[in-house]
Each structure stands twice: as C-alpha cells, then as structure tokens.
C-alpha cells in the first residue's frame, strides 16, 4: 500500500511535472498553435483580398468584353451597310450603263435607218432617171413599159443586197 510518504512525494512529482510540462512543452504547444492559426488568418485575409481583387479584375474584363462586342456589332453594322451601299451604287451603275447602252444602240438603229432611207432614195431617183431617159429615147408600148419596171425593180433588189 501507499504509504503518506509515497503519496505526497507523487502529488508533489505530478504538481512538478505539470509546472514542467505547462512551461516546457504546453506553452511552447500554445504559441505554435497561435502562430499558425495567425498565420492562416493572415492567408484568408490575403485570399479574401485576393478573390475581391480577382473579382474585380473579372467585373472589369467582363464589361471590357461587352464594350468590345458592342464595337464588333457596330463595325459589322457599318460594313453592312455600307457593303450594301455599294451594292446599291454597283446596281445604279449598271441600270445607267445598260441605259446609255440602249439610247446609243437606238441611235445608231434611227441614223442607219436615216442612211438607208436616202440611199434608198437616191437609188429610186437613180433609176427613175433611168427608166425616164429609157422612155424618152423611144417609144414605149405596154410591153415595153412592162420590161422597164420589170428592169428598175432588178436594179433596186440589187442595189439593196449591195448594202446588206
């Protein structure tokens, strides 16, 4: 059994070694632990400014990106616009070229109708001279009057294949 001796001489080793222990190893424990939670409040401080300025960062990118696709839409507007300006003009152009196109084509037909009216002319008048100094070298009878405009007719078919 335990005698008072032993008993008191443990109580007073326990009462030691917890003066020991608190002041060697719990204490040091304490600080330990106090700078490391320190420590990981100063990186959750440092990750909560992070994220802020990351959000921020990221608000800013992202109006950033808006403003670029509103400027991307309107440049695509105003080429579209004016790619169908162009167009509009490019047609215009042509509508005009084909215009002047068709009022020379119909000048040129009117002036070579012009032309071949007044050769058609001179060569009526040609032959009526003809048949005119024909008629008045000799006399003509039906027959012979027959012959002659049977003659000036040849004569005018062939003065016009000449042309063509």
Aim: glycine share 2%; charged share 35%; aromatic share 4%.
């Amino acid at each position: 059994m335990l005698s008072v001796a032993d008993l008191i001489a443990q109580v007073l080793n326990f009462f030691i070694l917890m003066f020991v222990l608190t002041r060697i190893l719990y204490r040091p424990v304490l600080k330990t632990l106090d700078t490391r939670r320190e420590h990981l409040a100063r990186i959750a401080r440092e990750a909560g400014h992070l994220l802020e300025e990351a959000n921020r960062k990221n608000e800013r990118v992202e109006k950033d990106l808006q403003r670029l696709e509103s400027q991307a839409r309107d440049i695509l507007d105003q080429a579209t616009k004016r790619a169908e300006q162009v167009a509009a003009e490019t047609r215009d152009f042509a509508r005009q070229q084909a215009s002047d196109m068709v009022r020379q084509a119909e000048e040129d037909i009117a002036r070579k109708t012009r032309q071949a009216a007044l050769s058609m002319k001179d060569d009526v008048v040609d032959i009526a001279i003809a048949v005119a100094g024909t008629i008045l070298s000799r006399e003509v009878d039906a027959h012979d009057q027959e012959e002659l405009v049977q003659m000036a007719a040849r004569g005018l078919e062939r003065s016009r294949s000449e042309e063509a």
